[in-house]
């Protein structure tokens, strides 16, 4: 027998429901806001990841050369390949471009909660509009997904950060701004969280601050607790760092007339590692802390496009991962049900196959209804028990006795109460027929 591959997972029926009942909520959000869904495909150049962040990407990659001689790669994450679609139509699609896409991506890297080797993410970005709204709608869809999953603000919050405030302040407080690496030291305080002062100090050390400029930097960006703070951060930083932190506060500002203020907090502490990012930054992180890593998160990246030789365009864009999103709906108790259900069950005993046909076909032109019927040629007991375990409320018995007086039975599965209908009259034109309509 063949087993699957590590980090690669198969979704049994009850969960893929549950699943998909997940991502309906996040592309319904996307698509009230006017998000439009695009797709993309799996194979890409190999030197579209390794032009973005160097050689030693290829490691981490499904990497392997086609029939054609070609280097190419599994897709690691959305981002550039649509960074390469807006450079390709750019001049034909009207500004802002909004867009919402859910796919599966392949990373090969160590397995472990929440995280596997082929991954989904809803990815919702906006090209063309560097206004603080457009970063506040992105918080705002996400927002809106996740209270539609049921979640509240007890459960998750925004953290949100400006990745130009942390490099301004590395290069103000540097004795030498010029031998500063401000990405490394961005990168820097994204691992602060995940190893201990030593090891972050030192990383600071290496890119380029002495230990009293990292302990005076680090003081800095962990003493904002409301707005209000951000006034000290900007008056170190000097002019750069003062309109980031004006940024900052717009964004904010226009995240709570959306509706999503309630659920952000500043936090100069989150940096998102990816080097494209170049404003605003923000996680999403479960409220409890039970989940302890980030469930997703997403920025602005204004200078990706153009660096895929398209032309100058601002953009900003979230990815909410679906393994570490159910981690959080289960740890809410908001995870949907993955218990089968089924509406109807029609049975067929005898030679009643066009009658039961007609009945079920009948009951599906109803919206959102599921309907099954026997394919098996089963007895009338295993029918019935096919009907219980697929959770059928309401089981149409369609037999020749039945018939022959003109009617059908209908039984309530949860009680096991059963009457008769009218065959003729059932189903009617309108409504969903259960047994109460004719007990």
């Known amino acids: ?22 991502t309906d909520a996040l592309e319904d959000a996307a698509a009230r806001y006017g998000f439009r869904e695009v797709a993309t ?26 029939k054609g001689g070609r280097a190419v790669a599994l897709t690691p994450e959305l981002t550039p390949t649509v960074a390469r679609m807006v450079v390709a139509k750019g001049q034909e699609l009207s500004k802002p471009i909004k867009w919402v896409s859910t796919r599966p991506f392949w990373r090969y890297e160590q397995v472990q909660q929440g995280r596997f080797r082929e991954f989904y993410q809803t990815n919702i970005d906006v090209f063309g509009s560097a206004a603080p709204e457009a970063d506040a709608e992105v918080l705002a869809v996400a927002a809106d997904a996740l209270t539609d999953l049921g979640l509240t603000g007890d459960d998750f919050e925004f953290r949100v950060s400006h990745r130009d405030v942390l490099g301004g302040l590395v290069r103000a407080l540097a004795a030498d701004p ?32 002495d230990r009293a400029t990292a302990r005076e930097f680090d003081d800095l960006i962990t003493g904002v607790d409301d707005p209000a703070d951000l006034d000290r951060v900007a008056a170190a930083g000097g002019a750069d760092v003062a309109a980031a932190v004006e940024n900052l506060r717009r964004v904010l500002a226009a995240a709570d007339d959306f509706g999503a203020g309630e659920f952000c907090e500043i936090s100069l502490t989150t940096a998102r590692g990816l080097d494209y990012y170049t404003g605003v930054v923000f996680e999403c992180f479960d409220s409890t802390g039970e989940v302890s890593r980030s469930v997703f998160g997403g920025g602005r990246y204004d200078d990706l496009i153009e660096s895929f030789g398209g032309q100058p365009t601002p953009a900003v864009g979230v990815a909410p991962g679906h393994a570490t999103l159910k981690l959080l709906c289960q740890r809410a108790g908001v995870w949907p049900d993955e218990e089968l259900t089924t509406d109807y069950y029609v049975l067929s005993v005898g030679d009643t196959r066009a009658t039961a046909a007609e009945i079920a076909r009948d009951l ?13 040629d089963r007895s009338f007991g295993a029918q019935l028990g096919y009907a219980d375990s697929i959770n059928a409320e309401t089981v149409v018995v369609v037999g020749e006795r039945d018939l022959a007086n003109g009617e059908v039975t209908v039984k309530d599965m949860a009680s096991g109460d059963e009457t008769t209908a009218p065959v003729e009259a059932f189903p009617p034109e309108s409504g969903r027929p259960t047994y109460e309509d004719y007990a």
């Open 1 to 22: 027998m063949y087993e699957g591959l590590k980090g690669f997972r198969d979704f049994y029926a009850g969960e893929q429901s549950a699943r998909r009942e997940v």
């Open 41 to 66: 495909p799996a194979l890409e150049r190999t030197a579209m990841y390794v032009d973005k962040s160097g050689e030693e990407i290829v490691d981490e990659l499904y990497a392997f050369e086609d």
């Open 178 to 209: 010029d031998a500063v690496d401000t990405e490394a030291a961005i990168r820097a305080v994204d691992k602060r969280a995940k190893v201990d002062d030593g090891e972050y100090l030192g990383l600071l050390a290496d890119a380029g601050l």
């Open 364 to 376: 599906r032109a109803l919206d959102g209804v599921v309907v099954e019927t026997d394919v098996s």
